[in-house]
């Protein structure tokens, strides 16, 4: 299904031209199970400092309540993480306390859930684990850089994988926000990093990337890479976009519960329709409704 850009068209000879791509249908895991396009993922944040909802979810039996929650609501995804990489203040923390908060809540939810898990981790221990305990999808903010073993872990279990652009670590990406041109770079990054993954075994159809909005990027950068989503998009994998609460959408719309709501809806549905296919949130019943409507606009304008 060819997807209009509703975000950036670009206009030549009085035409606008978008890149020719089609977004992915589907995802099919390793073990069967499909995610079809576009998709939410809900956000599940095992840690006390995460910048939105840290500390909420952090006893397991929260944490489980509200995943099978967010899957009632119509996450296609609900992604699991134990480290918090908020901009400011991150505190790294051990591989055992990373894997005591999210694999008892992994446990807990094999059996209860229906939809796949993803362990959102840098670290390929806590990676290996989760996955023997259910995970079916490894969400690596290093874009499986920041572990040796993270690259040969995704290939030989046929995981899918999420690779996201980030510069520097979770304490200190801030300070490496510089570019010429942020949406080609990211765009660079991404393909030049997919192709390693690929060349090391790992499934090119299990592939996912992401610009990794607010990682080693100011507000006008994540603006720029919303604006050049569909250059992104035409790479060919599937593409997630995880602009939920963060600073940039805050700093616009409003620090209020209900203007980031609003101000993170528009962002999700600019996404989709510029031809992301997965939405990576909080709130997972707005962002299902958005999803849908930004979904059959979509359509009716060029599918």
Not at 89 to 97: K, L, N, R, S, W
């Amino acid at each position: 299904m060819a997807t209009p850009n509703l975000i950036n068209p670009h206009l030549a000879g009085g035409m606008i031209e978008t890149p020719k791509f089609r977004r992915p249908r589907s995802l099919r895991l390793k073990d069967g199970r499909v995610i079809r396009f576009p998709a939410v993922m809900g956000i599940l944040n095992v840690t006390p400092d995460s910048f939105s909802d840290g500390g909420r979810y952090l006893e397991p039996e929260r944490a489980i309540e509200h995943a099978l929650a967010m899957e009632a609501a119509g996450a296609a995804i609900i992604d699991i993480g134990g480290e918090s990489t908020r901009p400011a203040g991150a505190a790294a923390v051990a591989v055992e306390v990373e894997m005591e908060r999210v694999l008892p809540v992994i446990e807990a939810l094999r059996g209860k859930l229906t939809v796949p898990l993803s362990v959102d981790t840098r670290r390929a221990v806590v990676a290996g684990a989760a996955l023997d305990e259910g995970a079916a999808i490894i969400n690596d903010i290093s874009g499986l850089r920041h572990d040796p073993a993270m690259m040969a872990l995704a290939a030989e279990t046929g995981c899918a994988v999420v690779l996201m652009h980030m510069r520097g670590g979770p304490t200190d990406h801030a300070g490496h926000a510089r570019y010429r041109d942020v949406v080609a770079e990211v765009s660079a990054f991404l393909a030049r990093q997919a192709t390693v993954a690929v060349a090391a075994g790992v499934v090119r159809s299990r592939i996912i990337v992401d610009p990794g909005l607010g990682f080693a990027k100011n507000a006008q950068h994540n603006l720029e890479l919303m604006g050049g989503l569909s250059r992104i998009c035409a790479l060919g994998y599937p593409v997630l976009v995880g602009a939920s609460r963060k600073r940039f959408v805050r700093a616009i719309a409003g620090d209020s519960e209900s203007e980031q709501l609003v101000g993170t809806a528009a962002a999700n549905a600019l996404a989709v329709g510029a031809g992301a296919s997965i939405v990576r949130v909080h709130d997972v019943g707005p962002a299902v409704a958005v999803v849908k409507m930004a979904l059959a606009i979509a359509k009716s304008g060029g599918g």
